[in-house]
């Protein structure tokens, strides 16, 4: 299996890599970088009494996600990336020092896109492109497999289902 991940990463790079691409990627990866652009997507909509609930939501999904994905998944799984694999690729961000499955920047993404969607967000699709273009990323960058950015999705989804469970949990307790 990982021979034909190998395939896919390595096809991004020889037809799909450009010198824009390059300067594209390595900055929608560090929009991701942290769950960033998903923590202050959380937090502006903490500022807005319509949306307040809804940050609340982004962020509990991010904080699960943190728990299943970077301290859970990663640790138990153990992969090493491809970049580590096939060093005959130059990486344009530094290497990361955890393990590869599953995608941290892309389980944050789809945890807080997902949020926003359950959350009855209007344009959380805008949400989804990038969501999508940072998963892209990390593939166009060598550091993920593509089975690596299916279960970040997976652990995204997952992630503001569980949040949303236990927040209307909560929300009837208080009723």
């Known amino acids: 299996m990982r021979e034909v991940e190998l395939i896919v990463l390595d096809f991004i790079q020889q037809y ?24 202050v997507t959380g937090i502006s909509l903490l500022m807005s009494k319509k949306y307040r609930k809804v940050g609340i939501f982004v962020l509990a999904s991010l904080c699960i996600e943190i728990l299943l994905c970077n301290v859970i998944l990663k640790n138990v799984v153990g992969r090493i990336r491809p970049c580590d694999v096939s060093n005959t690729i130059q990486l344009l961000i530094p290497r990361p020092k955890d393990y590869s499955f599953p995608s ?39 550091v993920h497999y593509p089975t690596d950015i299916l ?25």
Request: proline share 1%; glycine share 10%.
């Open 16 to 39: 799909l890599r450009t010198p824009i691409g390059d300067v594209v990627m390595t900055v929608i990866t560090k929009l991701g970088d942290g769950g960033f652009c998903w923590i």
């Open 151 to 175: 279960g970040g999705i997976i652990v995204g989804v997952i992630s503001a289902v569980i949040a949303k469970y236990y927040i209307e949990k909560i929300n009837k307790r208080k009723k």
């Open 104 to 142: 941290g920047h892309t389980a944050a993404s789809f945890a807080a896109v997902t949020a926003l969607y359950l959350g009855k967000v209007k344009r959380w699709y805008l949400a989804l492109l990038l969501a999508v273009a940072i998963a892209f990323s990390r593939l166009y960058l060598y």
